[in-house]
């Protein structure tokens, strides 16, 4: 470093000035990055929807009921509930068309690396991942109430609110219409309660909830330039900071050797100056 320096003493200015011309390059890249961005943000409404089931009525032994209801809009979100029930009673949810995805900890707050937008089909191993089917059945533990939870469409956006990357509004407004009306359509469910004993008349009666989504805006993602700037600029001055340590320390302790070095050979000159 040292004569690399003695050769090109302007060597470090230059190094220097690279960088800050990098800095400001990379700046204005990320800069205007920000502020013409092709991604979309599309809102869509999040409705409960509360569906009043019809009884199908009994089986010949009377130990299964069915009940049947419809969705006709794009929904995400099925929560079918039937309160007491009894160890051992199972509950089937089937469609008429299409599949649904279901896991038994879909909606759960402590459910541990789970994802409905991989199936057991994808090869997820390390995610708890939903099962597609057209049927979906679950066998309560304990006496009370049991609950089966799935999701019709997993492409909609779960919570009202998703993001696409167009070439301008008009094409991100389509594709999300298109997204809606895909996923748009009438289907009849039909639930059968399997039950351990006789069943009386009304004495189970489904809680049906469904969450629906229609499209209400379109608009461009937006951040803040002069913030995402900044934060840019920081990072690249960060990490050409880091990159200039190394040389800088060497360059400043070969310096300060060679100021030692002088002083030294200072010292003796006067000496033997004295001497004489």
């Given amino acids: 470093m040292k004569k690399a320096l003695a050769q090109n003493p302007n060597m470090l200015r230059t190094m220097i000035g690279l960088g800050l011309t990098l800095i ?40 299964s009921q069915s009940w049947t209801f419809s969705t006709n809009r794009s929904t995400t979100w099925l929560n079918i509930s039937i309160a007491g029930v009894g160890q051992g009673d199972m509950v089937s ?85 298109n997204l809606i009306s895909t996923h748009n359509g009438t289907r009849v469910w039909t639930i059968t309660l399997d039950h351990i004993d006789v069943i009386h008349p009304d004495e189970f009666a489904p809680h049906v909830q469904s969450t629906s989504h229609e499209l209400e805006n379109v608009e461009p993602f937006k951040v803040d330039p002069v913030t995402e700037m900044m934060w840019s600029i920081s990072a690249l001055i960060g990490c050409f900071g880091i990159a200039l340590v190394i040389p800088l320390s060497i360059y400043f302790a070969a310096r300060a050797k060679e100021l030692r070095e002088e002083k030294v050979r200072n010292v003796a000159l006067d000496k033997t100056t004295d001497d004489s």
């Fill in 93 to 177: 949810v089937s469609v008429s068309d299409g599949v649904w995805y279901h896991h038994e900890m879909l909606g759960n707050e402590n459910a541990d690396r789970f994802s409905c937008r991989q199936t057991d089909y994808g090869g997820f191993e390390e995610y708890n991942v939903c099962t597609e089917s057209q049927v979906h059945s679950i066998t309560a533990d304990e006496s009370g109430n049991i609950t089966i939870r799935g999701i019709v469409s997993p492409d909609l956006p779960m919570g009202g609110l998703g993001s696409l990357y167009a070439d301008s509004l008009d094409d991100a407004e389509a594709a999300s219409a």
């Fill in 24 to 63: 400001v390059i990379l700046s204005y890249a990320v800069y205007g990055a920000t502020i013409d961005s092709s991604y979309y943000l599309y809102h869509t409404s999040n409705e409960q929807v509360e569906h009043t089931a019809i009884d199908q009525g009994l089986s010949d032994d009377d130990t």
